[in-house]
């Protein structure tokens, strides 16, 4: 049996982390070529190892020996990554801890991600859709889609889910933004500190409000469930950062991406607006091809660990690549090609096991919204500026992968064709 420091090294395992965001995808698949599982080191210098390829990662989502648990983790030592602002206080969501503890926290906030709820919100979802969409087709030139529509939108989803109005939802988007803009430095920058502060301050001045004030929301409910000892404070607080940070955040660069996807190849985009009906394939696509996660969030090993045949030593981090999962050539054909046409797009997007997204049918259901319109108002929307002037960031970290901007000529709405 194999360790990971005896796979064929590449350059970029020694500083993984630091490889271009704008083209990372050479670089999975050279590494994967060398192998499913490598021995790496971190950009801020912890050694962790890292899972690629469609089958591996499986294996290691699902991993019984592999943890989720944060706090465990850092009070072994420092051979992990600490938790980022707002740190470990707002660690006890159902992310960072295992089974039961995992299993009780999921269930707790189940109940809002469930059919019934999803088709209730669907005809709000379509509003929020179209206001946006309306407010970006009066305007003149250049738009950005991602400030313009792609970062709002989720964000007022989620507003109505959590029952947060509108002005609160611009001010929490405006701190969420700055929180997770990516950094170089050791420490975060003083902007992203008072993000933080002014987050953790708005959570806690919110769940006052609702345990004196009850609601029939998600915060309602949680709340409802702290009072009867179901979960703590601490955990209600984390679940509610968990929730904004991944129902948002993520949904902001699947769009994205999505609409980055289209507009480079724009036979895709024609196919979309000749049959709406493939949006709900594009989007498996768009998650295949370019995924708004390219890692999973944090797993560490808590006993020696086999992954693919490679033994993972006790302790160190695990590392799993979503976005290789995706192109991974042993599970997909042609694993290269952008097809909204594809029939059964093999990914692992939104994780695999006891911690697949549980806000996974309301992503997919905001993103075929935000796709069916797009293609219906803006058949002929067009990238502003020449694809290789893209920038993609790494948002918090390694995990999310996302455009801060995306810069688009809407052209002529079908009204416009048929006016005198």
């Given amino acids: 049996m194999s360790t990971p420091a005896e796979t064929a090294r590449d350059a970029a395992l020694d500083q993984w982390g630091d490889h271009d965001p704008d083209r990372p995808f050479p670089l999975y698949d050279r590494v994967l070529g060398s192998g499913p599982v490598h021995d790496v080191t971190l950009s801020d210098g912890h050694r962790a190892v890292l899972v690629l390829g469609y089958t591996a990662t499986r294996e290691a989502l699902t991993h019984p020996d592999l943890s989720k648990d944060m706090l465990a983790a850092l009070a072994d030592g420092d051979s ?8 470990p206080a707002f660690a006890r969501h159902m992310l960072s801890v295992d089974p039961p503890d995992h299993t009780r926290l ?32 009066c305007a003149e030139g250049p738009v950005d889609l991602v400030v313009g529509f792609a970062r709002p939108f989720p ?25 997770l803009a990516p950094y170089s430095a050791a420490e975060p920058p003083p902007e992203a500190v008072a993000a933080s502060d002014a987050i953790v301050g708005h959570l806690n001045d919110l769940v006052d409000d609702r345990w004196t ?20 404070r601490q955990e209600l607080l984390s679940t509610l950062f968990q929730l904004i940070v991944a129902g948002h955040d993520t949904t902001t660069s699947l769009i994205g ?21 493939l949006v709900p394939r594009a989007v498996e696509e768009m998650l295949r091809v370019d995924p708004p996660a390219h890692h999973a969030t944090f797993r560490y090993a808590i006993r020696d660990t086999t992954i693919a045949g490679v033994t993972v030593p006790s302790g160190v981090q695990v590392l799993v690549n979503l976005a290789a999962a995706g192109r991974d050539p042993e599970r997909t054909d042609d694993p290269e090609v952008f097809d909204v046409r594809r029939v059964g797009a093999a990914h692992v997007a939104f994780g695999h096991g006891v911690h697949h997204c549980l806000g996974a049918p309301l992503a997919r259901l905001e993103a075929q919204i935000a ?21 993609w960031d790494h948002g918090d970290g390694l995990v999310l992968r996302g455009l801060s901007s995306l810069p688009v000529l809407l052209g002529p709405s079908p009204e416009d064709d048929n006016s005198p």
């Avoid at 990554?81 to 740190?87: K, M, Q």
């Avoid at 409910?221 to 009867?228: F, I, K, S, T």
């Avoid at 980055?260 to 895709?268: I, R």
């Fill in 80 to 87: 992990v990554v600490a938790e980022g602002l707002p740190g």
């Fill in 213 to 232: 004030s009850p609601s029939e929301d998600l915060v309602g409910d949680l709340v409802r469930a702290c009072r009867g000892d179901l979960l703590t």
């Fill in 257 to 277: 991406n999505g609409v980055a996807l289209l507009l480079q190849d724009v036979a895709q985009l024609d196919a979309l607006v000749a049959d709406p009906a």
């Fill in 371 to 391: 796709f069916t319109e797009l293609v219906r108002r803006f058949p002929r929307m067009r990238l502003a500026v020449p694809p290789e002037d893209l920038h």
């Fill in 155 to 179: 964000f007022a989803v989620l507003g109505e889910l959590l029952g947060i109005d509108r002005d609160d939802q611009q001010r929490l988007s405006v701190w969420f933004t700055a929180l």
């Fill in 106 to 137: 999921r269930k707790l906030a189940a109940g809002a991600f469930r059919r019934a709820r999803m088709e209730a919100l669907e005809p709000r979802i379509r509003e929020l859709a179209d206001e946006l969409l309306g407010e970006l087709a």
